[in-house]
């Protein structure tokens, strides 16, 4: 085990190297900062001495190395639309992201589990067969359309809802919560609905599939022939089963949510990092561009590892056909 | 040519195609779809890029065929906040969204197909780099990619040239995106194929490694990579309307579906549905059709594969 997690630690350092060196290549290859720096009226020697003062005539190597030394620290530099550390800038923002992505997450789970069991169980019944049909005209809409068909239903048509921003926020040690509030709870249902609206079908579809192959498979054979009663069956023994692909794909989707964040951030003017992002993309603000891009690939591969590790842990078999 | 045509009639592709309600509807409406916006130019009512020809005092009437009085029989489904017809522009944009789509899963397959089958026939290291490698793009998502991606041309080219060079970037952007999908079932595919005894055969007669890739295992995995494929279009269709949605796409000079949902947007707030749900409902059920097409060719081709 030791062995096994001392790898995937290695690997997830080696991916974030990669990912710095992808958001370090943007930051030197779009904008040129000497030019933002500079008004129109400074001699190209003037200009030469500074690009020799900030060190960008150095080889490739050494700024690059200056740049993770920076960023080891938590600078990426100044966001020049907002005039401080980018770094500080998306986390500012980033719980708004993390609150719909965690809502979003709390509502698939509760909801995909007992709807892929009962379809799994019952797959001839109308509410199976509703649901399945359902999830694959769930997964061609696209969430953007969703979120706007639901802010024409709920918001203009009903009234019911609001239609953008996240409403009143407490501050809770630094962190700005809309979920303790009824004003905030109200402006999350549209967004945790949209997002949701993606990965709902295809954790549906996952864990139907999954747990039908389990139901046909010996053991649980042996478990009816034993004599155990149904709901131990399906909930214990074949349930357990079930969970590995589940929680493999989960940990991937967690990523897509991230990425379809952007979308019903945008739709919704939810002040979120994705929203964040396309603004620094229209501003071409390239050093948020490239902290937004460290973040969430810290989120990912952190993410990535432990789900990972809890496979390894819940999967024996993983560990050690893993060691060679 | 007859004798082709004969096998054709007696596949059971056909069969089960004709014994298939659902593949027969998706199959049609598909078909409208395609013919429909590929004759614009000849059926649209309006020439929407013709700016000689759209009337700002048109802008935003609603859908005439809605029959309630209102409108102009010119315009049966409204027009835009442009006054172009709406009917005309939704047409022109799929046409778009499906050559975009269908460039990028050529890209992707051309990309996927040399990857997959170099990492599953050579193996080893070059398959440890190029699947490691396929494992983190996905985990990234391809949609995180694509925007990524297209955010980072935006800014380098600026957005003019990004505009005017928007379909080839957007092809390339979505299908460097998506690789890893074909590379991982060519792969899968490749490694199965290759401890077959004709490979073992053609290698003993001393044909070179690439004419054994392509001649003899290539098209041996040609049915699971035509089955993601037609997955693979709707994906693509709906990365490109997501791109073009968060203004990363097609510009609103020349639209594409999911950038004539953007520019709608905004007027949903003020009663303009039509502006914005008309293309929607079109661009779902172009997606809707193509994946219902993509899984009833899984079924029939590749029961295996088959999964809920």
Redesign the interface.
């Known amino acids: 085990m030791f062995a096994f997690v001392i790898r995937r630690i290695l690997q997830a350092v080696i991916v974030m190297l990669v990912i710095s060196m992808i958001g370090f290549a943007i930051k030197q290859n779009v904008g040129d900062p000497v030019r933002q720096l500079t008004g129109i009226s400074v001699s190209a020697a003037e200009r030469e001495a500074l690009r020799d003062q900030l060190g960008l005539n150095d080889p490739f190597s050494v700024q690059y190395v200056r740049f993770l030394k920076k960023a080891l620290h938590g600078d990426i530099g100044q966001s020049f639309f907002y005039k401080k550390p980018a770094m500080e800038v998306i986390l500012k923002k980033a719980p708004a992201t993390l609150e719909l992505v965690f809502c979003s997450g709390v509502l698939i789970f509760f909801l995909s589990i007992p709807i892929g069991i009962y379809a799994a169980i019952y797959p001839k019944r109308i509410f199976s067969r509703i649901a399945m049909g359902g999830s694959i005209v769930g997964v061609s809409i696209p969430v953007f359309l969703t979120a706007i068909m639901l802010i024409y239903i709920f918001s203009i048509k009903l009234g019911w809802l609001p239609s953008f921003g996240r409403g009143e926020t407490v501050n809770i040690m630094g962190w700005e919560s809309g979920l303790f509030t009824g004003d905030g709870l109200l402006h999350l249902i549209l967004p945790t609905v949209s997002l949701s609206s993606i990965m709902l079908p295809l954790f549906i579809r996952l864990i139907r599939s999954e747990m039908m192959e389990v139901l046909e498979s010996e053991y649980i054979r042996f478990a009816w022939a034993k004599g155990l009663h149904r709901w131990r069956i399906w909930f214990l023994h074949a349930f357990k089963n079930t969970l590995l692909p589940v929680i493999t794909v989960g940990g991937v989707q967690i990523g897509t949510m991230i990425a379809f964040t952007i979308l019903t951030e945008t739709v919704f003017q939810w002040q979120g990092m994705g929203f964040l992002f396309l603004e620094a993309v229209e501003r071409s603000d390239t050093s948020l561009l490239v902290a937004y891009l460290i973040f969430v690939g810290i989120v990912f591969v952190i993410v990535n590892t432990v789900v990972d590790l809890i496979y390894g842990l819940v999967n024996p078999m993983v560990r050690v056909t893993g060691r060679k | 040519m007859m004798r082709a045509w004969r096998k054709f009639k007696e596949s059971y592709l056909l069969y089960s195609f004709l014994h298939d309600k659902v593949a027969i509807v998706s199959f049609t409406i598909l078909l409208v779809l395609v013919v429909g916006s590929f004759s614009a130019p000849l059926i649209a009512p309006h020439d929407p890029y013709d700016t000689a020809t759209i009337d700002i005092m048109n802008s935003e009437l609603p859908p005439f065929l809605l029959g309630n009085g209102s409108g102009s029989s010119e315009f049966p489904l409204g027009t835009d906040s442009q006054g172009r017809d709406m009917l005309s522009t939704m047409l022109y944009g799929m046409r778009i969204s499906i050559l975009i789509g269908l460039g990028a899963v050529a890209m992707q397959a051309a990309l996927g197909i040399m990857l997959g089958l170099l990492a599953g026939y050579i193996g080893k290291k070059v398959d440890a780099v190029l699947m490691r490698l396929a494992d983190?793009q996905?985990?990234?998502?391809t949609?995180?990619v694509a925007?990524?991606l297209s955010?980072?041309f935006?800014?380098?080219f600026g957005v003019g040239r990004y505009e005017e060079m928007a379909v080839p970037f957007l092809i390339i952007v979505i299908g460097i995106a998506e690789w890893p999908q074909y590379a991982r079932t060519v792969r899968a595919s490749v490694m199965a194929e290759r401890k077959k005894e004709y490979v073992e055969a053609a290698r003993v007669i001393g044909f070179s490694s690439s004419r054994i890739m392509w001649r003899h295992i290539l098209p041996n995995t040609l049915s699971p990579i035509l089955v993601i494929s037609t997955v693979q279009v709707?994906n693509a269709v709906?990365s490109e309307?997501?791109l073009s949605?968060?203004?990363?796409g097609m510009p609103p000079t020349q639209p594409s579906l999911g950038s004539l949902?953007n520019s709608g947007?905004e007027y949903?707030?003020s009663g303009s549905?039509w502006i914005?749900?008309f293309p929607?409902i079109l661009?779902?059920v172009l997606?809707?059709v193509i994946?219902?097409l993509g899984?009833w060719l899984r079924d029939v081709l590749n029961p295996k594969l088959y999964?809920?």
């Open positions: 983190i996905l985990s990234f998502s949609m995180m925007i990524v955010a980072v935006q800014s380098m709707a709906m309307a997501a949605f968060l203004g990363l949902i947007f949903i707030f549905w914005t749900i929607g661009l779902v997606i809707l994946n219902l899984d999964k809920g």
